[in-house]
């Protein structure tokens, strides 16, 4: 399953911690009565997903939900339609797109440090950054400006 299908499973709940992308994984699997190959982990890499801080839960710790990233065009696999009934007890999430902007911005900051300036993976974050910026409200410059130097 590729990164703009876990975006759309996502988009569906507006966002999902990783319980609940478990979940709504093995659902999508058992209704497709097929094993899904599917990596949050890689989406989240590859910037289709993004991690934010969610509110407190119960037991008073912040959780971590993903949420569509800015490369992805989010689109719910076959199936997927019935998820949010089928997980009828995970509420939809509204996440402003400037806590977005931040996640991103931090991870971005956070993997041009680690990027060897003119590889693969720092073409790859600059592109990112220009996704972005049309994205979400993030300027980015700085980004590319240190990816292109390699600091």
Do not use: C, K, Q
Request: aromatic share 6%.
């Amino acid at each position: 399953m590729d990164g703009d299908h876990l975006a759309g499973i996502a988009d569906l709940f507006g966002g999902l911690t990783r319980e609940e992308f478990d979940r709504a994984l093995d659902e999508l699997s058992f209704r497709r009565d097929e094993d899904i190959d599917a990596d949050v982990d890689e989406a989240v890499r590859d910037y289709y997903l993004v991690g934010v801080e969610s509110a407190a839960s119960d037991d008073n710790e912040a959780t971590e939900v993903f949420a569509p990233g800015p490369v992805a065009f989010p689109e719910p696999p076959d199936g997927a339609e019935d998820l949010p009934h089928i997980l009828g007890n995970v509420d939809r999430r509204d996440i402003s797109r400037e806590e977005l902007a931040a996640a991103v911005r931090n991870r971005l900051t956070t993997d041009a440090d680690h990027a060897e300036a003119g590889s693969d993976r720092a073409r790859y974050l600059v592109d990112v950054t220009y996704d972005a910026e049309a994205w979400a409200p993030v300027d980015l410059a700085d980004v590319r400006a240190a990816l292109a130097d390699g600091d």
